[in-house]
Every structure is written in C-alpha cells, then in structure tokens.
C-alpha cells in the first residue's frame, strides 16, 4: 500500500485563548521561559483541536478561537466539543445550564448563545475549513496532499461535576479497525491522566475500544496536569488485547521530563528548560512516526522515537492541553508526522459521505439550537 508522510497539529484546551503575537516571546509569568504558543503556529496537513475551545462557552470566546483556528497554515482544521462547551449541547444549555442562569437572574441575554455560536461554526467552515464534529463516531476525509485519514471522534467524559457531554456508568466507544486517529476530550484509563487533586481520571471503556483498534495516535487533553506523550505496543493474545507490552511503553515526553519534578537539582533543571525553549521556539513539540524515513545524525532534532513505531501494534497516546491547571497558556501543541495511506476511489466517496453528515450534523443543530434559543440574532462575523 502506497503511503505519504503526513503532520498533524495537535492541540487541546486552549479555553478562549488565542495564540499570543510574535514579539511576546515569553511567558509573562516567567520572562525566563519561551513562549510556546504564539503566532505563527507550524504548518501541517490537518489540525486537530482535542476540545475545551472555550471557558465559559461565551459567543466572543468561540468567535476568537473559530478565528484563530480559521487561521491556522493547514487546509482541514478538526476540532471537537469539551466540557466547557456547553453552548454546542443546544438541550443541555437550555434544561440544566438556563436553568441554574435563571435562578441568578441572567438568563435573558443568554438564551440565544446556542443559536448565535452554531452560526460562528458553520462561518468556520466556510471560510477556514474547520470541521466541528459533535456527534461521536467515524469520519473519514482525504487530505490536500492525497492521503486518507480516517478519524474516530467523541467528546464524551466520565460525569464530573454536572457538564455536558458526559455519561454516568458504561459507555461504548465503537472505534473501528483501521482507524487512523482517535479524537477525544478526556483520556484513556491510565494513560497521561493523571490530576493534582483527584487521581486517575481516565476512562477504562475507552482504553478497551482504543486498544482493540490500535489506532496510529490516540490525542486528548481535559486533564491539564497530563500534558505528554506516551508510546504503548499492544500485546496480542489471540484476538483480544491483553494490554501494552510490558517493558514497551515509552514516555516521549511528559511535564516532568520537559518542566522538572521537585525532585531536580539545579544543573538538570537548567537542561530541562534549555530543552524546553528549544522546542517552544518551534511552537510545538514534534514527534516522528514514520518508520521508513532516515534521518542523518546531524539533522536529528530530539523527535525521533527511541525504538521504531510498529504501524497496528503502536499507538501514539498525545495529551494536548494548552493551559495548565491555573488556565495559563504554559504548554505547548504536538506536531506529529506519521505515514498515511494514499486515497484510493472508496476513500473518496467515504470522505464524500462524510460531508454529507456533517452537514445534516450541522443542519439538526441549529434546528434544536432555534427550538432553544429563539430567534436567530443578526449575523456575527467571525474576526
């Protein structure tokens, strides 16, 4: 099977938050730290946005992240609801969310949020190519350098804390094999989820549905303090994955390894940092999948893997939160070159098919949206 080399950017929480201009090339606070996420941001095939586009799920939030994602050097931009969304669950805000509004007496001006924002993601579309996908399960598209990406999408979580698009108990994850990339909010059981505060916050029926496919990438965010990469190999008994390969899970890089532990002594922390601007410079940081390019040693620039990446025995696990847990944009995107097929006639009419979904996704929103919100208000343009 034919193959080309494909990047994708990825990145996760940014909370209403836009990249910052050129000139401010550190964080402001800490003036000895590089700025990762700053304009302009790398170009790439696609960009994946793993959710939590905005904070409060106001209008002004989404029009300035739709903006900045519109922007972005890439010709398809996939992003996904988080929790924080909650204008894009048009039943959700107008039931529970209006609800706990009206008793703060607030409820006039926000009625018609969810209506407003669905006209801000079909203006995306439109004009910068981002495919918002709600409704969770498979899409397939065919990229402008020819290759086939076929995307499983969920932005549901464990329940915590009364939010939107998330389940109490079980819940099925129907990613099918051969799937290239698997898109969702929260991660994986076990898997860079880590929190500060509330232990493991992974969800176990999603690490079941991922390793049964064994995807090329696994990308999230949701948990802010899990920001990393990690590589599994999946062990392979009979036909049920038993779990990763002991001794064959690689950390590419997690916040202890890029920021420091309390741990370090003054020496390493100096060499942790000065590999962290490093890649802050380059706006993300980059990881190389593809097993059949070479790399001079005088061209190897720390993304190389440190064993080969076994296509449907290896899965990419990528946290790509943005913001730490004090909402301060400290961490960086991921960029990740991997081999993607080339399209073939059944790719194209799949990714024609989705389309058409999308479209009657989109369509049935703003139905429900209206039915929540009223009238529609007079058109916003996205800046």
């Known amino acids: 099977m ?145 290759a086939r990406l076929k995307v499983y999408a969920s932005p549901w979580t464990p329940a915590f804390g009364g939010w939107p698009f998330q389940y109490r108990g079980a819940h099925e994850f129907r990613v099918e094999e051969g799937t290239d990339v698997v898109v969702t909010h929260g991660p994986p059981e076990g898997v860079l989820d880590s929190t500060a505060f509330y232990g493991d916050a992974g969800c176990g029926y999603l690490l079941d549905a991922v390793g049964r496919a064994k995807p090329k990438v696994h990308c999230f965010g949701h948990i802010h303090e899990g920001w990393g990469a990690v590589m599994r190999r999946w062990k392979v008994d009979g036909e049920g994955v038993v779990g990763g390969d002991e001794g064959m899970e690689v950390v590419v890089e997690d916040l202890g390894t890029l920021e420091g532990t309390g741990k370090d002594g003054p020496g390493v922390l100096r060499e942790k940092w000065a590999r962290r601007d490093a890649w802050a410079e380059r706006r993300a940081r980059r990881v190389n999948l593809c097993p059949t390019e070479e790399v001079d040693e005088a061209e190897r620039d720390g993304s190389e893997l440190p064993r080969p990446f076994e296509y449907g025995r290896d899965t990419l696990f990528v946290n790509a939160a943005v913001v730490d847990i004090r909402y301060r944009p400290r961490q960086m995107p991921w960029l990740v070159d991997l081999e993607l097929p080339l399209a073939d006639e059944d790719d194209i009419k799949r990714a024609e098919e989705t389309t058409v979904g999308i479209a009657q996704d989109y369509k049935r929103a703003e139905e429900t949206a209206a039915s929540v919100g009223g009238a529609a208000p007079p058109s916003e343009r996205l800046a």
Request: glycine share 10%; net charge neutral.
């Open 2 to 146: 034919s193959t080309i080399k494909t990047r994708i950017l990825i990145l996760s929480d940014t909370h209403g938050l836009v990249p910052s201009p050129e000139p401010d090339a550190h964080l402001p606070d800490n003036p000895s730290l590089t700025s990762a996420f700053r304009h302009p941001l790398p170009q790439a095939d696609v960009v994946i946005h793993c959710g939590d586009l905005t904070k409060g799920s106001s209008p002004s939030e989404f029009a300035a992240t739709f903006s900045f994602l519109s922007s972005l050097d890439s010709p398809l931009k996939i992003a996904i609801p988080g929790n924080h969304d909650v204008a894009l669950d048009p039943t959700y805000w107008a039931g529970r969310h209006l609800r706990w509004e009206g008793a703060q007496g607030s409820t006039g001006r926000k009625a018609g949020y969810a209506l407003r924002v669905r006209g801000m993601v079909d203006e995306a579309k439109k004009r910068g190519g981002v495919r918002l996908l709600v409704e969770e399960g498979t899409y397939h598209f065919v990229l402008a350098n020819g």
